[in-house]
């Protein structure tokens, strides 16, 4: 397959890198040098160092041969151009990262689809959707829904109340426990995990389950006393915070911490009257006192500066939240984080990542998300008739290694896999998976 990246800033360099190791043809476009030299020799990539919106330069890319084509400039207005051109130049597919809301409503959709933009990408509202869903359970570090949550992913934290510590996953399953425990993040490394591994403290452990089971994985988990979130406050009024206060349930109440005071005359026309504004440094101790941090369930940082987040986030903790929630763009300090505790943590680059990702796939494959913590994969496959996953029970199917089926969606109702499970066209099954590993799952789809 070949992909055209246009944009060699943070999200066109992580997906390069992503995809370089998929032995896909990847070219990586940009007009300024320094960006494309910094990406080093040893990823498997072409690099073109002319502007992706100039048809000499994308013809020079090779673009009448791209099935897939990027636009992932800081500009949006340059990544729909460069769409365009590519469209017209005979790119089979693109997509662009975008910034405007208003692009994503359904009405536009065969207006830009007629233009040559193929699909649109808007990574603020996707990681304010991240947010909401993790502050909705104190207790969760990450969730995720399928087919309209008939099955959920949730990830937590065991700490000392956890019942299911120090004991075999098969004397667990001799239970019949109503969820799949599909993987474990152990420090650095993420378990697929086998009958004879045990959980242990401070492991993130990562559930497949059906909604009414999940009181019991709270319990069993020894999250039952967490209280349920109700204030939220945030610090810093971006993009992201304005659709995070927008996406948040009736009965959550928020406060945006901005130090720009510009910004928060703007703020006030951009959210609704419930939501309080303050013009203020969210580092400042007093000032987090004074508007009531210790009534406040989960404290958002959503800066543009990854250290000061992070920061933050210890302080709240240390201030009694339960819940923090941090967004960490420098890839780097992501296993930082989680060392420090932190809690959630949100990086635009992975998320993007995640659902460009998707569009590569040939199988029918309805959403894929990236574990931000856990160097892994989700997605989630509907079978077509006469799949190889479809012809032996699931234990003798021979997946690779380092990937598990959490469990599958029929008819609607969300079920938990065995080894013996038969699972049939039409199914949605859900894939938990090391790595971009998803590539290789396809051919049983």
């Given at each position: 397959?070949?992909?055209?990246?246009?944009g060699?800033?943070?999200?066109?360099t992580?997906?390069?890198?992503?995809?370089s190791?998929?032995?896909?043809?990847?070219?990586?476009?940009?007009?300024?040098?320094s960006?494309?030299?910094?990406?080093?020799?040893?990823?498997?990539?072409?690099?073109v160092?002319?502007?992706?919106?100039?048809?000499?330069?994308?013809?020079?890319?090779g673009?009448?041969?791209?099935?897939?084509?990027?636009?992932?400039?800081p500009?949006?207005s340059?990544?729909?151009?460069?769409?365009?051109?590519?469209?017209?130049?005979g790119?089979?597919?693109?997509?662009?990262?975008?910034d405007n809301?208003?692009y994503?409503?359904?009405?536009y959709?065969?207006?830009?689809?007629?233009?040559g933009?193929?699909?649109?990408i808007?990574?603020?509202m996707l990681?304010?959707r991240d947010?909401?869903?993790?502050?909705?359970?104190s207790w969760i570090?990450?969730?995720?829904?399928?087919?309209?949550g008939a099955?959920v992913?949730l990830?937590?934290?065991?700490?000392e109340?956890?019942?299911?510590l120090?004991?075999?996953?098969h004397?667990?399953?001799?239970?019949?426990?109503?969820?799949?425990?599909?993987?474990?993040k152990?420090g650095?490394?993420?378990?697929?995990p086998?009958?004879?591994?045990?959980?242990k403290?401070?492991?993130i452990?990562?559930?497949?389950?059906?909604?009414?089971?999940?009181?019991?994985i709270?319990?069993?988990?020894?999250?039952?006393?967490?209280?349920?979130?109700?204030?939220?406050?945030?610090?810093g009024?971006?993009r992201?915070a304005?659709?995070?206060?927008?996406?948040?349930?009736?009965y959550m109440?928020?406060?945006?911490i901005?130090?720009?005071?510009?910004?928060c005359?703007?703020?006030?026309e951009?959210?609704d009257?419930?939501v309080?504004?303050?013009n203020?440094?969210?580092r400042d101790?007093?000032?987090l006192?004074?508007e009531?941090?210790?009534?406040?369930?989960?404290f958002?940082?959503?800066?543009g500066?990854?250290?000061?987040?992070?920061?933050a986030?210890?302080?709240?903790?240390?201030?009694?939240?339960?819940?923090?929630?941090?967004?960490?763009e420098?890839?780097?300090?992501?296993?930082?984080?989680e060392?420090?505790d932190?809690?959630?943590?949100?990086n635009k680059?992975f998320?993007?990542?995640s659902?460009?990702?998707?569009?590569?796939?040939?199988?029918?494959?309805s959403?894929?998300?990236?574990?931000?913590?856990a160097?892994?994969d989700?997605?989630?496959?509907?079978?077509?008739?006469?799949?190889?996953?479809?012809?032996?029970?699931v234990?003798?199917?021979?997946?690779?290694?380092?990937?598990?089926?959490?469990?599958l969606?029929r008819?609607?109702e969300g079920?938990?896999?065995?080894?013996?499970?038969?699972?049939?066209?039409?199914?949605h099954?859900v894939?938990?998976?090391?790595?971009?590993?998803?590539?290789?799952?396809?051919?049983?789809?």
């Amino acid at each position: 397959m070949k992909i055209i990246i246009a944009g060699a800033g943070a999200v066109g360099t992580h997906l390069a890198k992503l995809l370089s190791g998929e032995k896909q043809d990847i070219i990586l476009m940009d007009e300024d040098e320094s960006k494309l030299s910094a990406m080093g020799n040893n990823l498997d990539l072409m690099t073109v160092n002319l502007s992706p919106t100039s048809i000499n330069g994308l013809k020079e890319a090779g673009v009448a041969g791209a099935d897939l084509f990027i636009g992932v400039m800081p500009d949006e207005s340059r990544n729909m151009t460069a769409c365009m051109l590519a469209t017209s130049l005979g790119a089979k597919k693109t997509v662009a990262r975008i910034d405007n809301y208003e692009y994503l409503l359904p009405k536009y959709k065969e207006f830009f689809a007629k233009l040559g933009v193929h699909s649109l990408i808007y990574p603020e509202m996707l990681a304010a959707r991240d947010i909401v869903d993790a502050v909705k359970m104190s207790w969760i570090r990450q969730w995720w829904e399928f087919a309209g949550g008939a099955l959920v992913l949730l990830g937590t934290k065991m700490r000392e109340k956890a019942e299911i510590l120090n004991v075999p996953l098969h004397e667990l399953g001799g239970r019949n426990i109503p969820f799949h425990i599909v993987a474990i993040k152990r420090g650095n490394e993420t378990i697929i995990p086998r009958g004879d591994d045990v959980i242990k403290l401070n492991d993130i452990v990562y559930f497949t389950t059906t909604k009414k089971y999940i009181p019991y994985i709270r319990k069993i988990s020894g999250k039952e006393n967490e209280a349920d979130v109700r204030n939220v406050m945030i610090m810093g009024g971006s993009r992201i915070a304005v659709r995070t206060v927008q996406y948040m349930p009736d009965y959550m109440k928020a406060k945006i911490i901005e130090s720009n005071i510009a910004r928060c005359n703007r703020l006030t026309e951009l959210v609704d009257d419930g939501v309080m504004v303050i013009n203020g440094d969210g580092r400042d101790m007093q000032l987090l006192m004074e508007e009531g941090i210790k009534n406040t369930e989960a404290f958002v940082a959503l800066t543009g500066n990854s250290e000061t987040n992070i920061l933050a986030c210890l302080a709240a903790k240390r201030m009694g939240v339960t819940k923090t929630v941090a967004e960490v763009e420098n890839v780097d300090y992501i296993s930082m984080a989680e060392s420090l505790d932190i809690g959630t943590v949100i990086n635009k680059k992975f998320i993007a990542a995640s659902h460009i990702y998707q569009m590569m796939l040939d199988a029918d494959v309805s959403n894929v998300k990236c574990l931000t913590f856990a160097n892994a994969d989700v997605a989630e496959f509907t079978v077509k008739p006469g799949a190889k996953i479809t012809k032996q029970a699931v234990k003798d199917l021979g997946l690779p290694k380092g990937a598990t089926i959490g469990g599958l969606i029929r008819n609607g109702e969300g079920i938990l896999v065995t080894g013996n499970t038969m699972i049939q066209e039409n199914d949605h099954v859900v894939v938990f998976c090391l790595g971009m590993m998803i590539k290789k799952l396809e051919k049983y789809f």
